[in-house]
């Protein structure tokens, strides 16, 4: 064995990546659960490689074949229907981790100095995700497909002077069609994918250049042992390989069982709506996006006006990026500022009521609720900048807490 790895490492430096960023890369020894969302984004997206990839194999880009192949891999196909409710679940099951893994970069400040970069690039990766998760939504054709597709690209419409010609080249025509699904399904595997893939890497390069944070905000490279190693800190490996193991045997165990007990999640992981085939002559009463974008949408519903609605939307996706900018308080971990901790909980509740209130029809009795939370979405990154600057926080220990 050892004879195989000095000839490989003769040719490859295996041994100085494992080193570098493995056995020598240390990281705080105070990981609390939320820490094991990263690698378990890793993992699902491996997963959703290979479900797509068993995917393709059977599924075909017209606008005539589309719903009848996804019906194929579901009914005809030996175990079709698990690949599919995989690729389609664990849409969702990133999401969920997604809002995790952005919601504890908040929490602990995860975002600030030197970590700037490392949230930029991670919030381009939800962006992306975004797209992608789009583009797939709307592959299968069924009449949700359909109706979506031609939702969200008529919002391309309304970019002044290339609007109508944008609106055009995304559908591949005036409708949505086997041109579009040709698209689509291009972009959906190959450029998207591919960019994605680019970030995530350029996501855990950029981590091992600065090392983790952790729930007290401290830096652990400020105290080193005589060794030259942070005195707070572990190896990765084998401490957290072995302990990102057993988080991803704990997450399996949960995937398959919603999978195999509550796969659709009764309309919300998958829209009733997707099971009836594309038909322009049907028109659906509401057509809502999944869950994880209903909150922008609820936005965009907030203004009467459509261009008002755009922008507002367009802001509330855009403003995370400055959030290293916006937050001007020393103290990185909410464990030490309650006022900011308040803040981040009431977020996190104004995000998933506009979520709820962005999958109901669209009546007047939800409009209050849609503005007051657009209000607060927007005004949590409008104050921070005084909030930060004179809220009372509690003294931050020399070292992190167990
Ligand atoms: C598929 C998407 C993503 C993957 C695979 C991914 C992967 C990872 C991994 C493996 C880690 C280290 C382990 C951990 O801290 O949990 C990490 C840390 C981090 N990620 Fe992501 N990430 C993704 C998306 C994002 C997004 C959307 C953001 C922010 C908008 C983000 C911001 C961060 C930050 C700030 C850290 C450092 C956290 C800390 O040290 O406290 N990531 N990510």
Do not use: C
Request: proline share 7%.
């Amino acid at each position: 064995m050892s004879k195989f790895a000095d000839w490989l490492n003769d040719r490859f430096p295996a041994r100085e990546m494992m080193r570098e960023h493995m056995t020598e890369y240390y990281a705080p020894k105070n990981f609390n659960i939320l820490y094991y969302t990263g690698s378990l984004l890793l993992f699902m997206f491996f997963l959703q490689l290979i479900s797509g990839f068993l995917l393709m194999a059977h599924y075909v880009p017209t606008s005539q074949d589309a719903f009848n192949s996804v019906q194929g891999i579901m009914y005809d196909t030996k175990w079709g229907w698990l690949i599919r409710y995989m690729h389609v679940d664990g849409v969702s099951l990133i999401f969920v981790l997604l809002y995790l893994h952005i919601g504890r970069g908040m929490l602990y400040g995860s975002y600030r100095r030197p970590r700037e970069l490392l949230w930029i690039i991670g919030y381009v990766i939800y962006i992306l995700m975004m797209g992608e998760a789009f583009f797939g939504y709307i592959l299968p054709f069924g009449n949700l497909s359909y109706w979506a597709g031609q939702v969200i690209t008529s919002i391309l419409h309304a970019i002044p002077f290339i609007g109508p010609g944008l609106t055009t080249l995304a559908r591949g025509g005036p409708g949505i069609g086997t041109a579009t699904l040709e698209r689509f399904l291009a972009l959906h595997t190959v450029l998207w994918f591919l960019m994605l893939v680019a970030m995530i890497l350029m996501h855990i390069l950029a981590l091992h250049q600065v090392g983790s944070n952790n729930p007290d905000g401290i830096e652990i490279k400020a105290l080193k042992g005589p060794d030259g190693h942070p005195l707070d800190g572990i190896p990765f490996h084998p401490y957290y390989t072995v302990k990102d193991i057993f988080g991803v045997a704990v997450w399996l165990t949960i995937f398959a069982a919603i999978i195999f007990y509550a796969p659709t999640m009764h309309g919300v992981f998958l829209e009733r709506t997707t099971f009836f085939r594309a038909n322009p002559m049907v028109g659906l009463p509401d057509v809502t996006p999944p869950w994880y974008l209903a909150p922008y949408y609820a936005m965009l519903r907030a203004v009467p006006n459509k261009y008002w609605g755009i922008g507002l939307m367009a802001l509330a996706i855009v403003l995370p990026f400055f959030l290293p900018w916006l937050d001007r308080n020393p103290v990185h971990s909410s464990r030490y500022r309650p006022v900011y901790r308040a803040m981040i909980i009431l977020m996190a509740v104004v995000f998933f009521t506009l979520a709820w209130v962005g999958e109901q029809p669209p009546l007047p009795k939800y409009f209050f609720i849609e503005r007051l939370g657009a209000a607060i979405y927007i005004g949590f990154y409008v104050l921070l900048p005084i909030v930060s600057s004179i809220e009372p926080t509690r003294k931050v220990p020399e070292r992190v807490q167990a």
